[in-house]
């Protein structure tokens, strides 16, 4: 059984950080593409960052070099650091798997960025 699990996520002010993990079981993450997503209320769900199985990395355009994206295999973990946080970083932050055709989803960690 496949199991993504995010964890990390919390309350932070304007302008602080935080580090998502995305713990994989049943998976080696290194050899899945690996993707953070985020949903706001009332938002469609939009890619965050993603790394390819040759660490090839790539950012949301409201990125803008506050966040990156890197996978540890040895602990089958792929992380999101995000500093610089803004109230419009709010959301559900999903991580997923991607090794056509299979894709895996997880259930989210909630960042509120609020003072």
């Known amino acids: 059984q496949v199991q993504l699990v995010e964890s990390g996520g919390g309350l932070v002010q304007p302008g602080g950080s935080l580090s998502l993990s995305c713990a994989a079981s049943?998976?080696?993450?290194?050899?899945?593409?690996m993707e953070w997503y985020r949903q706001a209320p009332g938002n469609q769900r939009e890619l965050v960052a993603f790394?390819?199985?040759?660490?090839?990395?790539n950012y949301g355009t409201f990125v803008k070099g506050r966040f990156t994206i890197w996978r540890d295999n040895n602990k089958n973990t792929v992380y999101l650091r995000m500093n610089s946080l803004k109230p419009e970083d709010t959301a559900v932050y999903f991580c997923?798997?991607?090794?056509?055709?299979?894709?895996?989803w997880g259930q989210g960690t909630q960042v509120t960025v609020s003072s």
């Open positions: 790394i390819t199985t040759s660490d090839t990395t």
């Open positions: 997923k798997a991607i090794a056509w055709p299979r894709t895996y």
């Open positions: 049943g998976i080696a993450v290194s050899r899945y593409s």
